[in-house]
């Protein structure tokens, strides 16, 4: 009989193949999951495994077709993507005896595995980035340039029915070959059917986190959050870090590093505090180190100690054993359960003690993530942890804390290539300590330049070390910082509907909030040559700046690929024609940020702390394309699948007439997450009309506010009912050329250089009537090749531009 507690572990799993799927051979057992997987395994039993396992769920696969020949000497298995080859021969695989053919033109003379080696992969993720400053070795990944990648998953332990971890015969061979060729999101999907899909976060998850290592009191954290709403500076989630609890304790009892004890002295009513915090919109999550067990000082140790049989009349320790079910099960009802019951939202499990246990090749990181994460599930609400990354199907238990790196350039230029690749093994919601956590230098422009790619990356989580002198406030790094960390904080709150989708859609569809850009074109050089610039989602491109300005320029510099089509700065709408790298220069102000023509990008108007479904919303709209958008909305919690979405389209030109439209259809589904009324501000970027546009609700014209600002249109329409659908309709519409001599202007205007080269390049820009002549010029006036970069930058945009 299967307790209330077991179930609580339990998974859903499909483990057992078809028998159509396998081959199978004396010692020796191929499945054939899919044209492009294939699992071979090797038990000197022949009883084989088919139990889940810590990282495979699900083999019911339905059986592709494929060919079987079998002679006495040989057994070859040909799909439409692989061809296996295996000699027959007693006492187990080499290489000699099994290799498997990637079917495909991938490369000249690599298509081919044979057993034993170690295929070359794009790199996967990294289990902690912890005390780094700079790059670091990743594990490999599931995707690679010559088409194939293996999981070798003969060293896990399998998962019971009672929800417990068993282990597996040590001498056995259990391994996935993946032939998926540059089929990257192909592999994925494959993939997150053999271990398991990545839920959806909660949506508060999705906004900015307040993280630091600092003895807070009550009354400290609170005025500290009352001026983050005074300065509108919007947090959905409070970490709190080891100081809630005890930690000055007696040395009989270790460093005070593990605790589950309030600290009292600083959190005088812990439930009024997290109900305060609460109230204020926010989350709330407290950190763990569960190594050192459970001390005589604790509070819950009495109880839990009667509960294990420990002695307390000695004051015996509890020492931690995760490998033990009783002391897991007392582990949840002792010391957690009581703090989720008066607010505690989620934990962050800070384990850092190692990957071994009384039991061989079990990871006390992996069990914790497990565990937690099932634990917390138990409820009605969604599940979240906040873990370092434990092996393949860590995917499985979200939010990833990549650990403590140094405060420094070399830390931030590492973290946007860290984050994409990640997606390699499945892995999608990273959390980096932004801003960096141990030593560094105060720098102002590191801070901000770390603050946008947190805002554009899975988790945007400000954190830093212990001292007095370490704090991310945006304040303390001088007015303009403030002025710009406040901006992009306040985006990433604005950009939660668009997150919550990818959300969603990395869900149900397997597909990342944060791709590297060979996912979408595997056969282009120039994908592979951009490590540091990746899609945020469906609609946008990005590539962070991870070094500091030339300060007689005030700009910083980033090599950038955009793929063919047209692509529109996010922040300022400039046009670019695609098809090309290029070095991409920005002000300390903003970032490359790029929408594809045609994007839709949906967005709360608000500034508060608040997640919910918004009734204010700006949608961003892009010229230069037909284009489309579903915004899905929920309860943001809840593990039901109620729901609505609200489709956006964009028609570039409808056939035969000269009119444009942009259209808000109806939501579809459960409108119980909505509010009652929603006010839409349109804003179309990069759109040249003839026309005003003309405005319909529910098919009735309607007056609105119309604002022109360079590229951008911002439409401003009456608050409406939820059940309203919208329809915008433009005459003559165009994309708008970029004003390449005011941007020159503005640009040399804001550079320190000096005042007659200024006139100089001014001149020659102006008399040259074309793109070539104007590069012509000034290659002639032989000026730095960073200044002639970042002005060509502006000069080959869009060249149809010039006249």
Known sequence: MVTKRQETFRLEVKPKAPEESQVIWKQYRFTVLTPAMIRVEYDPNATFEDSATQTILNRDFETPEYKLKETDEFIEIITTHVHLNFHKELGGFTKNNLNIEALGNYSLYHNTWYFGDKPDTLKGTARTLDFSDGAIDLEEGLMSKNGFSIIDDSHSMKLLNNGWVDKRESNIVDIYFLGYGRDYLGTLRDYHHLTGKTPKLPRYALGNWWSRYYPYSENGYKKLIRKFGEKQIPFSVAVLDMDWHVTEVPSEYGSGWTGYTWNNELFPDPEEFLGWLHDQGLKTTLNLHPANGVQPFEEMYEPMAKELDVDTENGEPINFDIADPEFLNAYFEYLHHPHEEIGVDFWWIDWQQGSVTKVEGLDPLWMLNHYHYLDLGRGENRSLIFSRYAGLGSHRYPIGFSGDTASTWDALNFQPYFTSTASNVGYNWWSH??????????????????????????????????????????????????????????????????????????????????????????????????????????????????????????????????????????????????????????????????????????????????????????????????????????????????????????????????????????????????????????????????????????????????????????????????????FVRFRGVSAKKNDMYGEIFRFLDRAQLSTSLKEKIYATVRKSRNSARVISGLLALDIDPDLLEALSELIWANPDDVD
């Open 433 to 726: 300590d932004i801003g960096g956590h141990i030593g560094g230098v105060k720098d102002s422009e590191l801070f901000i330049r770390w603050v946008q790619f947190g805002v554009f990356s899975p988790i945007n989580r400000l954190h830093s070390q212990d001292g007095e002198f370490s704090g991310k406030e945006p304040w303390r790094y001088g007015l303009k910082a403030e002025r710009i960390v406040t901006q992009f904080m306040q985006l990433r709150h604005k950009l939660i509907p668009y997150l919550y989708t990818m959300n969603v859609l990395t869900h149900t569809d397997n597909f990342p909030l944060i791709r590297p850009m060979y996912y979408h074109h595997p056969r282009e050089d120039e994908a592979y040559e951009v490590p540091n610039q990746y899609f945020f989602g469906t609609q946008l491109l990005v590539a962070p700046i991870t070094t500091p300005l030339r300060g007689d320029l005030r700009l910083a510099q980033v090599k950038t690929w955009l793929p063919e089509g047209m692509w529109i700065d996010f922040f300022n709408g400039r046009m670019y024609e695609g098809g090309r790298v290029l070095d991409v220069y920005r002000p300390i102000s903003t970032m490359p940020v790029f929408a594809k023509a045609g994007g839709i990008v949906p967005m709360d108007q608000s500034f508060g702390n608040s997640v919910d479904n918004p009734e204010k919303m700006d949608v961003r709209i892009f010229a230069g394309a037909d284009g489309s958008f579903t915004m899905y909305e929920d309860d943001g919690l809840g593990k039901n699948d109620e729901h609505a979405t609200t489709k956006f389209s964009l028609k570039w030109h409808e056939e035969d007439t000269d009119w444009s439209y942009f259209q808000i259809q109806e939501p579809v589904g459960d409108w119980e997450c909505l509010p009652e009324k929603r006010r839409y501000t349109l804003t179309f970027v990069g759109f040249s009309y003839d026309d005003v546009p003309e405005v319909y609700v529910k098919d009735k014209l309607v007056d609105v506010k119309l604002t022109k600002r360079g590229k951008f249109t911002t439409v401003e329409i009456p608050e409406q009912e939820i059940d309203s659908w919208y």
